[in-house]
């Protein structure tokens, strides 16, 4: 690979109007815009559409998503990866044409089917720059991981793509989330391929090379992984790959599959709300408190589909009331199977809404919080 062929993608891109490129611009943009809540980004994977070279619908429904994108105007777009077909020069400057064209500010994950061409790492690199960095914006920190890896042995289809977090990345993740702990950040993570969760899917998610049906859970550091997700309190891990829509809980995490970007779908893992077979995106609005609301935009149409609108309250919300001057929550300690009184709209941990208004009984230890727009946010522990 030349690097005049590099130089000319950058060149003819710049030439059209916004850069996408590379990361660190995108960033500057992002984080030197004046601060305003909620802060609203979206969360779009698997934007490619065929596995045919010169398929004229290739890009068609990734196109009609990014003119929707543009029109909700976030403030940016985290895309999960899998944004071009085998990773050939000619594909990558097809989407950084596309991208350019946008108003919006867009960032990308590094998926596999970026790995399958020999030149397919260089051209990142050379194109976006780091595969794993992270930003600041508001209260929230984002962190962006690179879990896909090519690998030197070749098949087929191309370069066989191991799949899986180093050690050096799991040294690195560790200190981003420690110090935004410091900091009293919210961290998410977005990375392409999301782990193996017990009890949850095991095809197509974290493992090492070959790691269909069945992940190597050893080589690919994934319990390390969700482990650093739960002891850190991520709210969030934002995935693709899976050319679907799924969001599950693991360990107190909320683990978001998104792979409707384009891609031909396939079979949704979770019934409705939890999950569809269906192209989308989402658009996440965060704010100042920790609550975030997610909406779900099927490709296409105007609206949100609210069966699978959800809010999740980060960790740390307890640190702030809305509606009160007080610096500290009020708190309240009651066994499982009590009936509580109260005014407002009562959710558990993760988000999920299980009651309103009146008399509700719980019977699940855990913690949970009843929101009243005059009172603000009142925490409930249920001991067992």
Same mark, same amino acid.
């Given at each position: 690979?030349?690097?005049?062929?590099?130089?000319?993608?950058?060149?003819?891109?710049?030439?059209?109007?916004?850069?996408?490129?590379?990361?660190d611009?995108?960033?500057?943009?992002?984080?030197?815009?004046?601060?305003?809540?909620?802060? &609203?980004?979206?969360?779009?994977?698997?934007?490619?559409?065929?596995?045919?070279?010169?398929?004229?619908?290739?890009?068609?429904?990734?196109?009609?998503?990014?003119?929707?994108?543009d029109?909700?105007?976030?403030?940016?777009? /985290?895309?999960?990866g899998?944004?071009?077909?085998?990773?050939?020069?000619?594909?990558?400057a097809?989407?950084?044409?596309m991208i %350019?064209?946008s108003?919006?500010?867009?960032? !990308?994950?590094?998926?596999?089917?970026?790995?399958?061409?020999? +030149?397919?790492?260089?051209?990142?690199?050379? /194109?976006?720059?780091? !595969?794993?960095?992270?930003? %600041?914006?508001?209260?929230?920190?984002?962190?962006?991981?690179?879990?896909?890896?090519?690998? @030197?042995?070749?098949?087929?289809? =191309?370069?066989?793509?191991?799949?899986?977090? !180093? +050690?050096?990345?799991?040294?690195?993740?560790?200190?981003?989330?420690?110090?935004?702990?410091? &900091?009293?950040?919210?961290?998410?993570?977005?990375?392409?391929?999301?782990?193996?969760?017990?009890?949850?899917?095991?095809?197509?998610?974290?493992?090492? @090379?070959?790691?269909?049906?069945?992940?190597?859970?050893?080589?690919?550091?994934?319990?390390?992984?969700?482990?650093?997700?739960?002891?850190?309190?991520?709210?969030?891990?934002?995935?693709s790959?899976?050319?679907?829509?799924?969001?599950?809980?693991? &360990?107190?995490?909320?683990?978001?599959?998104?792979?409707?970007? =384009?891609?031909?779908?396939? =079979?949704?893992?979770?019934?409705?709300?939890?999950?569809?077979?269906?192209?989308?995106?989402?658009?996440m609005?965060?704010?100042?408190?920790?609550?975030?609301?997610g909406?779900?935009?099927?490709?296409?149409?105007?609206?949100?589909? @609210?069966?699978?609108?959800? !809010? /999740?309250?980060? @960790?740390? /919300?307890? +640190?702030?009331?809305?509606?009160?001057?007080?610096? #500290?929550?009020?708190?309240?300690v009651?066994?499982?199977?009590?009936?509580?009184?109260? #005014?407002?709209?009562?959710?558990?941990?993760?988000?999920?809404?299980? =009651?309103? %208004?009146?008399?509700?009984?719980?019977s699940?230890?855990?913690?949970?919080?009843?929101v009243? #727009?005059?009172?603000?946010?009142? #925490?409930?522990?249920?001991?067992?």
């Amino acid at each position: 690979m030349k690097k005049t062929g590099f130089v000319l993608i950058l060149l003819v891109s710049s030439l059209l109007g916004i850069q996408n490129h590379p990361t660190d611009l995108v960033i500057s943009r992002i984080v030197s815009t004046p601060l305003r809540y909620p802060i &609203r980004f979206v969360f779009i994977g698997d934007s490619r559409r065929s596995f045919n070279s010169g398929d004229p619908d290739a890009d068609s429904i990734f196109s009609i998503a990014r003119q929707q994108i543009d029109e909700l105007g976030p403030l940016f777009v /985290i895309h999960g990866g899998d944004f071009v077909q085998d990773g050939y020069r000619h594909e990558y400057a097809h989407f950084v044409s596309m991208i %350019d064209s946008s108003s919006t500010n867009i960032l !990308t994950v590094r998926g596999n089917h970026e790995l399958y061409a020999d +030149e397919g790492p260089l051209l990142y690199d050379s /194109i976006f720059g780091e !595969t794993d960095y992270f930003f %600041d914006y508001g209260r929230y920190r984002f962190i962006v991981l690179a879990d896909c890896q090519q690998d @030197s042995l070749t098949g087929n289809y =191309g370069h066989y793509i191991d799949y899986l977090v !180093t +050690e050096e990345q799991l040294s690195w993740l560790e200190s981003v989330l420690a110090d935004a702990r410091t &900091r009293g950040l919210i961290s998410f993570v977005f990375a392409h391929v999301p782990p193996y969760q017990p009890g949850h899917d095991t095809t197509h998610c974290l493992g090492y @090379s070959n790691y269909y049906p069945r992940p190597n859970y050893e080589m690919s550091h994934t319990e390390q992984f969700s482990n650093l997700m739960a002891e850190y309190g991520v709210p969030i891990g934002f995935f693709s790959h899976q050319h679907l829509y799924d969001r599950h809980q693991y &360990r107190g995490v909320w683990y978001i599959i998104s792979g409707g970007g =384009g891609a031909p779908t396939y =079979g949704y893992i979770s019934p409705p709300p939890f999950g569809c077979a269906c192209h989308h995106f989402l658009l996440m609005e965060l704010d100042s408190t920790g609550v975030i609301h997610g909406k779900f935009y099927r490709i296409g149409e105007s609206g949100p589909d @609210s069966t699978f609108n959800f !809010t /999740i309250y980060a @960790s740390g /919300i307890e +640190e702030a009331r809305r509606g009160s001057n007080s610096s #500290k929550p009020e708190f309240m300690v009651l066994k499982a199977g009590e009936t509580i009184k109260t #005014k407002g709209e009562i959710y558990s941990a993760a988000g999920r809404k299980i =009651g309103q %208004d009146g008399k509700v009984r719980i019977s699940r230890p855990g913690f949970y919080f009843v929101v009243n #727009k005059n009172r603000g946010i009142q #925490k409930i522990m249920i001991l067992p």
